[in-house]
């Protein structure tokens, strides 16, 4: 500590995670509705995992978890932001996703399997501006969507030209 003393700090060491704000051609937003025991209340998320897959490209975690959560893909792909969750508690670190020209996977083409909190996730498209409007009186909870609506809302100013390419070093 500043004055010389040293405490005591417990915190969670995380392998970091990927989010993903996918933004259809009409400007609306895939939000998922996911029950999460911590808080004990269904939350509005976007699609999201942990980097758990050793040496994969971040954006090929964040296109498979845009896949096993909600069924879709994305053909563009830029790094919207990098943030820590809770950087009281956690190391946890979060790459947020910006995906577009996105399209439904074929049920044929799409093997993976959902269980436990992800059988029963739905998928819905609203509009950004309406998002950020639910973020803003407090319907939108989760941190992760939080930060990628605001941050989308913001970059959409320019016509997303200031975001980074998909593979950008983490800071």
Known sequence: MPDGET?????????GSVAVLALSEDDKVLLLRQYRHPVRRLLWELPAGLRD??????????????????AYRARTWHTLLDVYTSPGMSDERIRIFLARDVEPIPDEENGYVRHHEEADMPVVWIPLADAVDRVLSGMIHNSPAVAGILAAYAASADGFKGLRPAGAPEA
């Open 7 to 15: 405490a005591d700090r417990d915190y969670v060491i995380h392998p």
């Open 53 to 70: 897959v050793p040496e994969e490209p971040l954006v090929d975690c964040a296109a498979r978890e845009l896949a096993e959560e909600a």
